[in-house]
Nanobody, 121 residues
Framework: QLQASGGGLVQAGGSLRLSCAAS????????MGWSRQAPGKEREFVAA????????YYADSVKGRSTISKADAKNTVYLQMNNLKPEDTAMYSC????????????????WGQGTQVTVSS
């Protein structure tokens, strides 16, 4: 089970760090990722990392403003988001997969419970 937290209301230009706790599995053995979905829009990939963190991937819309990381000891993956924009407003969800290719696939659908991020202008 994956539970995201850390969302909230923030002004444009602000920062948030989202957390995703993985229960029932060991984060160190899995690729991890984040996606988001705004009302009325399709789900959008945000960021992913392979099992050991050696490779990271970002959507162009967040590249340079976001960092994905994980703490294996805490079985938790993070998404640090800086310089937030109103268009970042969405429900953010996390996922784990045996391969990062799975998370990067547009057909990937195993996203956990999300946390709402709202950015005001």
């Amino acid at each position: 089970q994956l539970q995201a937290s850390g969302g909230g209301l923030v002004q444009a230009g602000g920062s948030l760090r989202l957390s995703c706790a993985a229960s029932g599995r060991t984060a160190s053995n899995y690729a991890m990722g984040w996606s988001r979905q705004a009302p009325g829009k399709e789900r959008e990939f945000v960021a992913a990392m392979n099992w050991n963190g050696a490779n990271t991937y970002y959507a162009d819309s967040v590249k340079g403003r976001s960092t994905i990381s994980k703490a294996d000891a805490k079985n938790t993956v993070y998404l640090q988001m800086n310089n937030l924009k109103p268009e970042d407003t969405a429900m953010y969800s996390c996922a784990a997969s045996s391969s990062v290719a799975g998370i990067l696939s547009p057909d990937f659908g195993s996203w956990g419970q999300g946390t709402q991020v709202t950015v005001s202008s």
